[in-house]
C-alpha cells in the first residue's frame, strides 16, 4: 500500500478483513504502518509525490472519508506540501473517496466484513477493476476467480507483475488492452476473417436465387432448430 508513497498503480489501497481476525490484522499493519516516514532525507522510508495536484486529491481524500466518520489509526489529516506521513484509516463509509476512488498515496483503508461474500461485492462495488489481492488458506482461487479484476495475487501483492508470460492490464475504468504475454502481443496485430464458400448451389447472397433454393435452406433450418 506504501511504496513508492502510495504511488503504484497496482498497489493496494483497500482491504477488506473477515471480523475473525479483523483486530489482530490492524493492530499488525498499524504497528508496521508506524514505522514508516515520508521525507527527503536518506532515514526516510518514504518520497515525496510526484505531482503537487495528486497531494491535493491524497488530503482530499483523507478529509472526506474522516468527515463520514472513518477512524485514523496512524496518523492524520495530511500536512501541506508533497511529502505526506503514511495513513492507515479504518472504518472508512463505503461510499467515501477514499473506497470508491483512485487515491494514489500513502493512504490504505481497512474495513471489516462479515463473510467472504461480503468482501467481494464490496470489493467489486466500484468502477476501477485493474488488480487485487486475496489471502486464504483453502479458498483462494475461488475468491480470486469472483473478484472483478484483470489481475489478481493469492496469497501475496502484485506477484503477477513478475511474470512476463502473464497478460497485464485491467477492467472497467482501469484502462483498456493488455501488455506482456501472448495477448500483449495480439495488441499489435488485428484478427482478419477469411470464408471459403463450398457448396455453391445452395447461394443465398444474390437476388436471383430460386424458390427451390429457399425451400432447400428451410428444410435445413427446421432439420437443425425445429
Known sequence: AYSNAGQTCIGIERVYAHAKIYDRFVEAVAERTRELRAGADDEATLGPLTMPRQADVVRAHVA???????????????????????????????????????????????????????????????????????????????????LRGGMIAINSVISFAAVPALPFGGVGDSG???????????????????????FPLVTLTTMRRTAKVDRLVERIIRLLYG
Open 64 to 146: 472526506d472519508a474522516l468527515a463520514r466518520g472513518a477512524t485514523a489509526r496512524v496518523g492524520s489529516a495530511p500536512a501541506p506540501g508533497t511529502t505526506l506521513q503514511p495513513v492507515l484509516l479504518t472504518d472508512v463509509d463505503e461510499d467515501a473517496d477514499a473506497v470508491r476512488e483512485e487515491t494514489f498515496g500513502p493512504t490504505l483503508v481497512i474495513n471489516r466484513v462479515a463473510s467472504m461474500d461480503e468482501a467481494v461485492e464490496k470489493a467489486n462495488a466500484v468502477r476501477y477493476g485493474l488488480s487485487g489481492s486475496v489471502f486464504s488458506r483453502k479458498r483462494g482461487s475461488e475468491l480470486a476467480l469472483r
Open 176 to 198: 483498456f488492452g493488455r501488455i506482456h504475454g501472448a495477448d500483449g502481443l495480439r495488441e499489435f496485430a488485428y484478427p482478419k476473417a477469411l470464408t471459403r464458400q463450398r
